[in-house]
């Protein structure tokens, strides 16, 4: 009887090929482990938002004007870069969630409400730099009609300079 042509692998080649496998699955659980304690968008655990991070100027403002609008300062807070520089840390972002609730408090709700419909429009972009003018949002409210917005790009992301 003639043995059957089966094809062993030799056996340097199968260890060799699970212990590529096992780095591998190590490599990315240590990188979801990472992802959930620094945050995708880089500010840390204490980002909760489920929003991804804004790619283009008029999402990062549509983001932050919006938020605003709902009166979630955490997710306004999350596409800031206050002096044209993102939130890194826990206590930056505490900082400007504090400035931020304090502005709206002093806004009225009706005019808060109106910032739930704007719809960024389009925006000049420069580089790593934007701006937006007032005919580039629509649905802002009268008391906007001269904001003009100034954002940077960082690692791929829009935050909103305030």
């Not at 990188?31 to 929003?51: M, N, T």
């Not at 806004?107 to 960024?120: K, N, P, S, T």
């Amino acid at each position: 009887m003639r043995a059957s042509p089966e094809r062993s692998v030799p056996r340097p080649l199968v260890v060799l090929a699970a212990l590529v496998f096992a780095a591998t699955g190590v490599a990315l659980i240590t990188l979801a482990i990472g992802l959930g304690s620094v945050g995708v968008d880089g500010h840390g655990a204490a980002s909760a938002s489920v929003a991804p991070p804004p790619r283009s100027p008029t999402a990062a403002l549509e983001q932050m004007l919006t938020a605003l609008g709902r009166e979630d300062v955490r997710a306004a807070c999350e596409v800031a870069a206050p002096d044209g520089f993102p939130i890194r840390s826990r206590e930056a972002l505490a900082r400007c969630e504090g400035q931020l609730r304090d502005q709206l408090d002093d806004l009225d709700r009706r005019l808060l409400a109106a910032y739930r419909g704007i719809e960024v429009r389009g925006a000049r972009v420069d580089g790593n730099s934007s701006t937006v003018h007032p005919r580039q949002i629509a649905g802002a409210p009268v008391s906007m009609g001269n904001a003009v917005f100034a954002l940077v790009e960082a690692g791929g992301v829009w935050y909103v300079i305030v």
